[in-house]
């Protein structure tokens, strides 16, 4: 699926086709208040300055331009606010036509996603009997009216998509509503747009678009995937990981804060392990658990003297960690 730059001017929905028009009569307007603002203090900067044998004149009043630049920004502002008025109704409403709900939960520094039970042929119940959920990176059908309801859990934060539309705060304790909807498939990049603290500028989302044809396969490998973590012997693992000498090294996004090694949050998505295991595998994870210095002598991670049980539930751990 291609990859879209946020920028707003290509817009690949139909909230964001509303918000383009808009921004580009805006950016026009600005761009000629600009030159007509500049050439002036330019053109009198060099007409009526003081130099051998003429004295600065000095002005103490114009009526005329006075009355211009009064009025002419007064119907700007006015003009501007009518325009974004019209597109707040059709951007506000959020509940018409909405065909899926997903509810986004976020919190320092990252969005939580967690999907109805059913959409048409999808279905998104876990072994455990709750609603899938994900975090980064939310899944959309294409040409799918979907309506997020947005909350923090600490401090206020932004949801914002350019290619797909308009931006909703998400506020602790209130739920506020903002509508997607995607013409085509893609990914398409977000973020946190309101500052929330230190991890402000890590704090993206990405949503993906897939084929109406394509989303039920989709949700059926996420729920697995989701199932394989959920697994008793997957669950000992991350307990593991969480208790013993790798938490105080390595992040894993929800479970562990670890910085002096690399953030293994997607490692089973990685190229490979440390630069010189390749593929990321459980055979290879095992080994560079076992022994990382016989596998790339230079790695600061020693031998951690763990048993044969206890790096397979680690392992089996890590792999769910896409």
């Known amino acids: 699926m291609p990859v879209l730059p946020p920028w707003m001017s290509d817009p690949a929905g139909p909230a964001a086709r509303e918000i383009a028009p808009l921004y580009w009569i805006m950016f026009a307007a600005a761009v000629v208040v600009l030159a007509i603002v500049d050439g002036a203090l330019i053109y009198a900067g060099i007409k009526y300055r003081e130099r ?3 004295a600065a004149k000095q002005f103490h009043g114009h009526n005329l331009l006075e009355l211009a630049w009064t009025v002419i920004p ?6 501007f606010s009518i325009l974004s008025f019209q597109r707040l109704l059709v951007l506000n409403d959020v509940d018409s036509g909405a065909e899926m709900t997903i509810k986004i939960h976020a919190r320092q520094w990252t969005f939580q996603f967690e999907y109805p039970q059913s959409f048409g042929d999808a279905r998104f119940v876990t072994r455990d009997g709750k609603s899938l959920t994900g975090e980064q990176e939310l899944h959309i ?16 934060h932004s949801v914002w998509i350019p290619n797909l539309g308009g931006k909703k705060d998400a506020v602790p304790g209130r739920v506020t509503g903002l509508s997607l909807e995607a013409d085509r498939p893609g990914t398409y990049k977000g973020q946190c747009f309101e500052f ?5 500028a890590d704090m993206l989302l990405v949503v993906v678009a897939h084929p ?8 059926q490998e996420a729920v697995a ?6 697994d008793p012997e997957t669950q000992r693992g991350a307990e593991l990981f969480r208790t013993l000498a790798c938490s105080g090294c390595h992040k894993v996004q929800g479970l562990t804060g670890g910085t002096v090694g690399p953030e293994l949050t997607h490692i089973a ?9 390749s593929p990321v595998n459980e055979e290879n994870l095992k080994r560079w658990i076992n022994d990382p210095l016989s596998v790339k002598p230079t790695t600061q991670m020693p031998k951690l003297g763990y ?3 206890t790096i397979d539930a680690i392992v089996k751990f890590l792999l769910t960690l896409e």
């Open 212 to 219: 109406k044809s394509e989303y039920a396969a989709w949700a």
């Open 307 to 309: 048993d044969a049980e």
């Open 74 to 79: 007064t119907i700007m502002v006015v003009t």
């Open 269 to 277: 998505s990685k190229a490979n392990i440390a630069g010189v295991l």
């Open 225 to 230: 995937r989701r199932d394989r973590f959920l």
């Open 141 to 156: 059908p294409v040409n799918t009216k979907v309506k997020l309801e947005i909350t923090s859990e600490d401090v206020i």
């Open 52 to 54: 051998p044998g003429v």
């Open 196 to 200: 929330c603290g230190d991890g402000h």
